[in-house]
Nanobody, 111 residues
Framework: QVQLVESGGGLVQPGGSLRLSCAAS????????MGWYRQAPGKQRELVAA???????NYADSVKGRFTISRDNAKNTLYLQMSSLKPEDTAVYYC?????WGKGTLVTVSS
């Protein structure tokens, strides 16, 4: 099994920045691709960004140019740097890997 624990969420003003972290533990040898998803109230969970073990990245169109996904394999940690945040980025952000999910961290963008 893989355990994923997100951190770094919070309240931020429009235009601000946040960095989310996801610490992985357990059977981490099985980890290949990792990703961030988000779910806003009343909406379906959607992919925000993903990264392979080789560093290939993929982003949702809505966050391209504003968010950056990265990973530190030595620390077994996934990151999401979010900039130029908008109110529509408000959601619970979930870390995903190898079929496992974290419990999520809430990001609220509001003035």
């Amino acid at each position: 099994q893989v355990q994923l624990v997100e951190s770094g969420g919070g309240l931020v003003q429009p235009g601000g920045s946040l960095r989310l972290s996801c610490a992985a533990s357990g059977s981490i040898f099985s980890i290949n691709s990792m990703g961030w998803y988000r779910q806003a109230p009343g909406k379906q969970r959607e992919l925000v960004a993903a990264i392979t073990s080789y560093g290939t990245t993929n982003y949702a169109d809505s966050v391209k140019g504003r968010f950056t996904i990265s990973r530190d394999n030595a620390k077994n940690t996934l990151y999401l740097q979010m900039s130029s945040l908008k109110p529509e980025d408000t959601a619970v952000y979930y870390c995903w890997s190898s079929g496992y999910w974290g419990k999520g961290t809430l990001v609220t963008v509001s003035s």
